[in-house]
């Protein structure tokens, strides 16, 4: 990985967990209303705006998502990712 490796990190924010999933920071907003990744959770850093992700979490609920649609795509040919 790069400089900013985030793999041993707990939490990461919606720009690097958009990086992580390789898409974008709204793609990031909308897939956590889905239900596809998890809510993000509150911070107390000072001066910090970004939204915070648990990341082994998010991780597993992406890949579980994307599980899902293979699955379904397969069953009736509906690209359910792009929904």
Known sequence: MNAHDIS???HVYIDELASLLSISEAEVLAY????????SEPH?????TRRRYPRQ?????WADWES????????????HANH
């Not at 899902?68 to 690209?79: A, R, S, V």
């Open 32 to 39: 956590e209303k889905l239900g596809a990744i998890p809510p």
């Open 44 to 48: 107390n850093l000072p001066g910090e």
């Open 57 to 61: 979490k998010a991780l597993q609920m």
């Open 8 to 10: 041993h990190k707990t």
């Open 68 to 79: 899902y649609c293979e699955f379904m795509d397969e069953e009736d040919g509906t690209n």
